[in-house]
Nanobody, 126 residues
Framework: EVELQASGGGLVQTGGSLRLSCATS????????IAWFRQAPGKQREGVSS????????YYTDSVKGRFTISSDNAENTVYLQMNSLEPEDTAVYYC???????????????????WGQGTQVTVSS
């Protein structure tokens, strides 16, 4: 059974940090790209960052470059998203997702992802 378990969300003040985790099981981790998406109330789901496990290729959306860092622990089949200098605009539910056929550039749209975690709430207060 495929599982993606997202955790690590919470409430922080502007400028604070959080580390999200996406623990995966039930598929061959190395064959996938793992991504983080987020969805704020009333907005479309937005791609934040992705990592292609086989070669380490990483993508960030422009609004998080220099603030967020994605990494993977291949022994634990887990992907992390370190979020620093958080802003109120980062408030959203964050989801991790897995793509069996990663695109060559960028991270692709949400509808191409095969598996999704349940989401974790990140709230940044001003």
């Amino acid at each position: 059974e495929v599982e993606l378990q997202a955790s690590g969300g919470g409430l922080v003040q502007t400028g604070g940090s959080l580390r999200l985790s996406c623990a995966t099981s039930g598929f061959v981790f190395d064959d996938y790209a793992i991504a983080w998406f987020r969805q704020a109330p009333g907005k479309q789901r937005e791609g934040v960052s992705s990592i292609r496990i086989s070669n380490g290729d990483i993508y960030y959306t422009d609004s998080v470059k220099g603030r967020f860092t994605i990494s993977s622990d291949n022994a634990e089949n887990t992907v992390y998203l370190q979020m620093n200098s958080l802003e109120p605009e980062d408030t959203a539910v964050y989801y991790c997702a897995a793509d069996r056929h990663p695109v060559q550039h960028g991270m692709g749209l949400a509808d191409r992802y095969d598996y999704w975690g349940q989401g974790t709430q990140v709230t940044v207060s001003s």
